[in-house]
């Protein structure tokens, strides 16, 4: 299947193609014909940004106004049509499927550096760990096809546990054709498929040599999310977080969705 490169279409063509794949999935309760802008175009935008890897939005806007879209609505107005759309991109991002396995993981989101974090005032931000050590905001977790598209995540405060996270997420199961999960040592258990801990008397006989190869495409999902802006920025609200989080995930996963009708 053959799948254009969005970063080296003209920007007109880009958002065409994207906003032709979008708009079937735009709620007709949130269509209005008088808007300088479809929701589905604007989703676009919001969506080139990050394929571009432009790290803030307001230079973004401003240059696709100044160079391309001199009729695009003031910045302001595009912010709140896209906390509008929000649950929109969610959805997109989210897409139910069967598959025969997944890698389980989690990334801190942090809304603060940790030395700054008492002085914080974001709604539901919690003090927990991560690899990378102390982390003050929030955990993304998510499941990974093998192939690396993220199919299913949750945004959790950064204190709860990430099997606990896992449980919940569990209750979707069965939609997506009851895959193996394979995680890390974090997530022993009888549920998921993890290599045994140094000095083990009892190894899992489920474990195989190349789930821990086949772990690592999670892994690589993550790296792409962070090299191309999921930490950058700020955000203050848990609309603004998850909005960026979804579009993260979704602009990361477009290379495996065929956009042509």
């Not at 880009?14 to 309760?29: C, E, G, N, Y």
């Not at 982390?135 to 606990?164: C, M, Q, T």
């Not at 974090?186 to 000095?199: F, R, V």
Request: hydrophobic share 40%; charged share 20%.
């Amino acid at each position: 299947m053959c799948r254009p490169d969005l970063t080296v279409l003209p920007l007109s063509t880009a958002v065409t193609l994207l906003s032709r794949w979008i708009a079937p999935h735009i709620p007709a309760k949130l269509l209005h014909p008088h808007e300088k802008i479809s929701d589905a175009d604007l989703l676009a935008i919001a969506l080139l940004q990050k394929l571009h890897k432009v790290p803030y939005f307001s230079r973004w806007w401003r240059f696709l106004k100044l160079n391309h879209f001199p009729h695009f609505p003031s910045e302001p107005q595009a912010r709140i049509r896209l906390a509008r759309l929000t649950p929109v991109v969610e959805q997109l991002a989210n897409e139910v499927q069967e598959l025969d396995f997944v890698a389980v993981d989690s990334e801190p989101l942090p809304v603060s550096t940790f030395k700054r974090a008492p002085r914080c005032k974001f709604r539901g931000a919690r003090y927990g760990f991560s690899t990378a050590g102390p982390v003050y905001g929030f955990k993304l977790h998510a499941w990974s096809a093998l192939n690396g598209k993220i199919v299913r995540y949750e945004i959790r405060p950064a204190n709860e546990h990430d099997f606990s996270v896992l449980c919940d997420m569990n209750q979707d199961w069965p939609a997506y054709g009851g895959p193996k999960q394979i995680g890390d040592k974090g997530y022993q258990s009888g549920t998921c498929l993890t290599p045994p801990k140094k000095g083990a008397k009892r190894v899992d006989p489920r474990w195989k040599p190349e789930y821990g190869a086949a772990r690592k495409c999670v892994e690589s999902a993550f790296s792409v999310l962070v090299g191309a802006g999921l930490r950058w920025g700020q955000v203050k609200t848990m609309v603004s977080l998850r909005l960026k989080v979804a579009l993260n995930v979704l602009a990361h996963n477009l290379k495996f969705i065929d956009l042509n009708p």
